[in-house]
């Protein structure tokens, strides 16, 4: 079965560069999570989308943005990296934000140097 | 606020030593509550959830946990580690504002 897939795996950027992080939900999901793991944490909510709506906004830095589009992929983009944006960054997909059904993508490793 | 507990940050067990780590979340209604493991470098894998009906839920790899709602708890145990459950586990619960919380998580380490 078709899994969440996020693109790219792992990422390295200088900081103060940008970063663009992307996830494809499980075919006809259409509620995306984003959530930002660091080292040794627990992964922490970013912001969620559904129906290409953003539905709820957690502990997201203003220098981030994020949004849903018509195929219901979603693309997370970070500007002005600091060195504390390094962490794995999951994509987590449900249908009509359920939690019967939400699964979550192998991450994105974001290391900023 | 909603909240999700794991009061065991690191838990070490000899190879066939029975485990049972704790979780405790905060919130009065209805509750969907999930274990999540984490394999060294690896992204969070499903073990097992509850959402309603028998208390008591398996899942894979011999994983069970059991739902207390008088406690508040829903403890994950398993009868016999493995070298190969050398892990992080992530207890986690489903808010009521449609998202998943995680607990800080329990680093379990097997002695083989």
């Known amino acids: 079965a078709a899994g969440v897939i996020q693109s790219p795996r792992h990422l390295i950027k200088e900081k103060r560069e940008t970063a663009t992080l992307k996830c494809y939900p499980i075919?006809?999901?259409?509620?995306v999570y984003w959530y930002q793991q660091g080292p040794g944490q627990d992964p922490q909510f970013l912001i969620s989308f559904y129906e290409k709506m953003q539905s709820d906004k957690g502990s997201i830095p203003d220098r981030f943005s994020a949004q849903q589009f018509s195929d219901y992929h979603s693309e997370l983009n970070m500007s002005s990296l600091e060195l504390g944006d390094s962490a794995l960054y999951f994509c987590?997909?449900?249908?009509?934000?359920?939690?019967?059904?939400?699964?979550f993508g192998p991450g994105t490793r974001l290391t900023v140097l | 606020a909603q909240s999700v507990s794991q009061h065991n940050h690191h838990v070490i067990l000899s190879e066939a030593a029975s485990l049972e780590l704790g979780c405790n979340y905060s919130y009065g209604g209805t509750v969907n509550l999930f274990w999540y493991v984490q394999y060294p470098g690896q992204h969070l894998q499903l073990l097992l959830k509850?959402?309603?009906?028998?208390?008591l839920v398996k899942g894979i790899k011999g994983f069970e946990a059991e739902f207390i709602k008088s406690k508040f708890s829903f403890n994950l145990r398993k009868p016999s580690v493995q070298w190969s459950d050398t892990a992080e586990y992530f207890c986690?619960?489903?808010?009521?504002?449609?998202?998943?919380?995680f607990g800080s998580g329990t680093r379990l380490s097997i002695r083989p």
């Open positions: 075919p006809r999901h259409d509620t």
């Open positions: 986690a619960a489903y808010s009521s504002a449609s998202k998943i919380i």
């Open positions: 987590a997909s449900s249908l009509t934000g359920g939690a019967t059904d939400t699964y």
């Open positions: 509850y959402f309603s009906g028998d208390p």
